[in-house]
């Protein structure tokens, strides 16, 4: 089973960036599915963006154009650069991963115990 950390969460204003990392450890990072959550306060988890054993890359519509999912197999960790960013990002977000779930099932999945791994939060405060 593989175990996620999560940093490079903080605080910045509007228009600012951030990149979030997730160190995984203990199976094969390769071989899996990984991708990231956010929820905000009084909302739900929501996905953010997933990215397959083969590179391929799915985003939510509330990201694209200003947030890239990617990974470094040899590290075995997974990044999310986060641009142009806005109060409504403003929420933790998590990482997480699969060795069987397709990108849109991934991005899409409502449950946590519907994926194989979490970590356990960053946290991203965006001011106006």
């Known amino acids: 089973q593989v175990q996620l950390v999560e940093s490079g969460g903080g605080s910045v204003q509007a228009g600012g960036s951030l990149r979030l990392s997730c160190v995984a450890s203990g199976a094969t990072f390769s071989s899996y599915s990984v991708g990231w959550f956010r929820q905000a306060p009084g909302k739900e988890r929501e996905g953010v963006a997933v990215i397959d054993s083969v590179g391929s890359t799915l985003y939510a519509d509330s990201v694209k154009g200003r947030f890239t999912i990617s990974r470094d197999n040899a590290k075995n960790t997974l990044y999310l650069q986060m641009s142009s960013l806005k109060p409504e990002d403003t929420a933790m977000y998590y990482c997480?991963?699969?060795?069987?779930?397709?990108?849109?099932?991934?991005?899409?999945?409502?449950?946590?115990?519907?994926?194989?791994?979490w970590g356990q939060g960053t946290l991203v405060t965006v001011s106006s």
């Open positions: 997480a991963a699969d060795r069987a779930l397709g990108n849109w099932y991934f991005l899409n999945a409502r449950r946590p115990a519907t994926l194989d791994a």
